[in-house]
């Protein structure tokens, strides 16, 4: 089992910045990707962006590449999003979450483990 905690959300002008934290507990050497996924009301669960613990390769969406930034700390067990430049349409609950299998590293679906959400706001 692994317990993800996220933290880190709120609310901010289109054009700020603001970063999640995720606090990974339990079996957390069983994680090969860690993930930031978001869901917009009324919208389905898009991936933001994860990484491969094993090489520290980042992956992200079209969406937010360039404008956010994923990384970690292993002696921590952190995950971070910083998010930066954010347009309204990046208001949505952010999730955090680990795979225990390489599948597809943006694929909600390749996700285990789960945080109960943190949800940013973006106003214009």
């Known amino acids: 089992q692994v317990q993800l905690v996220e933290s880190g959300g709120g609310s901010a002008q289109a054009g700020g910045s603001l970063r999640l934290s995720c606090a990974a507990s339990?079996?957390?050497?069983?994680?090969?990707?860690m993930g930031w996924f978001r869901q917009a009301p009324g919208k389905e669960r898009e991936a933001v962006a994860a990484?491969?613990?094993?090489?520290?390769?980042?992956y992200y969406a079209d969406s937010v590449q360039g404008r956010f930034t994923l990384s970690s700390d292993k002696a921590k067990k952190m995950l971070y999003l910083q998010m930066n430049t954010l347009h309204p349409e990046d208001t949505a609950m952010y999730y955090c979450?680990?795979?225990?299998?390489?599948?597809?590293?943006?694929?909600?679906?390749?996700?285990?483990?789960w945080g109960q959400g943190t949800q940013v706001t973006v106003s214009s």
């Open positions: 979450a680990a795979a225990i299998r390489r599948c597809g590293v943006l694929e909600g679906w390749c996700y285990n483990y």
């Open positions: 990484i491969y613990v094993i090489d520290d390769i980042t």
């Open positions: 339990g079996h957390t050497d069983s994680a090969v990707y």
